[in-house]
């Protein structure tokens, strides 16, 4: 099932807040980044270094001031802050899908205190210069909007580590947003623009933002993946939904767009497991003498696997580590122990069943009872290599699904024309408006495809359409010609211009690709 006209039509009424000022004869600019991931950095530390934040808004300060721009607006898409990767979840023996306890939302509260002690209070934090901007802008109005993503959704869960977001993080303060944000953001996710009227409220995040006259429009794209969205079956006088139907405003409406708010399983099951292994892992390690062998390096690779994609592969890298000559029986024995009794208990929770595909489920249970069989044998490496497998095996087919799959609309490492079909923005009542480029991030990889669409309507403008991905803005792993492994930081972010007044006038984007290595790096 496709996009209807309905949901097209809902989609370009609720691009953005209505504009107080008229926009026509100033010179626009429109910057996106997405999945920053800022963390409390309880299970290693994967942010960009600071020092990329102070370049970066100087580039937004110079670009504003070479371009004589008179209005810029930032787009954060999504994953900004990220509340599953911590281990205060299981520290507190509550995780990220439990939201009906008692402590999940001071789970939530504290994790974000941090966040905000580490990237809004510190002078070089982005958060602090984000905050600062407006004050380096001579004579451009600047307007900040941060998009929903997947490792973030928990906030809407509690109003209170909401409004600790707006207030120090992203500015402005809850107390002064506009009364045209508050109406948007209410009619966007419940078609009701007095739903968050009361100033006491706290608006969520929108889901995605357009602008006709910049020709672009912006969303974070789990609305295409199908480990990190929820599908809905029909019932109760209300619609079903799945990755396959496509981009249906209407009926995420209709379901409270909780496809993009409940828990799911690749944002919260699978990286609530290897938030969990690495907090035991390290806790059990605390005690270790460093100067044993390895034992500093294994502490340094169980930081760094939150940067491996998919989870299996950071699974996989630990194991290739207890293997190492270097490493010592014992400590081999604490890692593989560790990582089995997580697994045990990743896949005791019926969540982990629940949120999976069927054919994924049916494969979990052979698993668990494999472990349960097993466990009193205390074959640990037989047992984990067999999991090890079992996961690469799920990602095998997880690809020919994205690939090949009838309803699939999602590569990771790519767009097909497929995949571009679904878009919202080539679809002809936005290619009427003037649309032509379409910004997600969510995957992690930069990329960028071209689309030959054919209009239905005749007489198009521009059958030249571009779909850009934001990347991440934080660091990876990568793998050195011969062997090993090396850290750099990686960011991507995209301009978009359109000038009418100056030397040369007229519209244009480019992206910025942000490389970078340090010794810092090296050391981690």
């Not at 009619?187 to 608006?203: C, I, L």
Request: charged share 25%.
């Amino acid at each position: 099932m496709a996009s209807t006209e309905e949901d097209l039509r809902l989609t370009l009424e609720t691009l953005q807040p209505v504009k107080t000022r008229s926009a026509t004869g100033l010179n626009r600019l429109c910057i996106s980044i997405s999945d920053l991931h800022f963390t409390d950095n309880s299970v290693g530390n994967q942010s960009s270094e600071e020092i990329v934040w102070a370049e970066f808004f100087a580039d937004i300060a110079n670009t504003c001031d070479t371009q004589k721009i008179d209005e810029v607006t930032l787009i954060l898409d999504g994953d900004v802050v990220d509340m599953i990767r911590s281990d205060v979840w299981a520290k507190e023996g509550v995780y990220p899908w439990e939201r009906d306890k008692d402590t999940f939302k001071d789970c939530l509260r504290s994790i974000m205190r941090e966040i905000v002690r580490l990237h809004a209070t510190s002078a070089d934090g982005f958060f602090n210069h984000l905050q600062q901007l407006p004050g380096k802008l001579k004579n451009t109005r600047l307007e900040v909007v941060t998009l929903l993503g997947n490792h973030d959704k928990e906030i809407f869960t509690d109003p209170v580590t909401l409004r600790m977001y707006y207030d120090e993080c992203l500015g402005p303060k809850v107390a002064n947003l506009s009364v045209e944000y508050r109406q948007w953001i209410g009619k966007m996710y419940f078609d009701d623009e007095q739903h968050f009227a009361d100033r006491n409220s706290v608006p969520w995040l929108p889901f995605y933002w357009g602008d006709a006259e910049l020709r672009v429009f912006i969303t974070h794209g789990q609305w295409r993946d199908r480990e990190n969205s929820l599908a809905f079956c029909p019932g109760n006088n209300l619609p079903g939904w799945n990755t396959g139907d496509g981009w249906r405003a209407k009926v995420w409406q209709q379901l409270n767009y909780a496809p993009f708010i409940e828990a799911c399983f690749g944002d919260t099951v699978a990286a609530g497991a290897l938030s969990t292994f690495i907090y035991r892992c390290k806790l059990k390690l605390s005690s270790q003498d460093d100067s044993q062998a390895n034992v500093s390096r294994i502490k340094r690779v169980l930081d760094e696997l939150d940067l491996y994609r998919p989870t299996s592969a950071a699974i996989a890298r630990i194991l290739q580590e207890t293997r190492n000559k270097k490493t010592g029986e014992e400590l081999r024995d604490i890692i593989e122990r560790e990582l089995y009794e997580t697994l045990c208990l990743w896949l005791s929770w019926d969540y982990t069943l629940s949120s999976s595909p069927a054919w994924r489920r049916v494969a979990f249970r052979v698993v668990r009872a494999w472990l349960m069989l097993t466990g009193p044998l205390h074959m640990f490496r037989v047992q984990l290599h067999l999991v090890r497998g079992v996961l690469w095996l799920f990602d095998q087919i997880q690809n020919l699904l994205d690939v090949l799959g009838p309803s699939s609309v999602y590569r990771e490492d790519g767009a097909s024309f497929k995949n571009l079909q679904v878009f919202p923005t080539f679809h002809d009542l936005f290619l009427e408006q003037g649309f032509r480029l379409h910004g997600e991030g969510h995957t992690h990889v930069p990329l960028q495809s071209e689309a030959d669409i054919e209009r239905s309507a005749e007489s198009a403008p521009s059958r030249n359409f571009t779909y850009v991905n934001f990347g991440t803005w934080r660091d990876q792993l990568v793998t050195k010609e011969k062997k090993g492994y090396r850290r750099r930081g990686v960011g991507r972010s995209l301009y978009v211009l359109n000038l009418v007044n100056g030397e040369q006038p007229g519209y244009r984007f480019y992206v910025n690709d942000n490389l970078s290595w340090s010794d810092r790096m090296d050391q981690l």
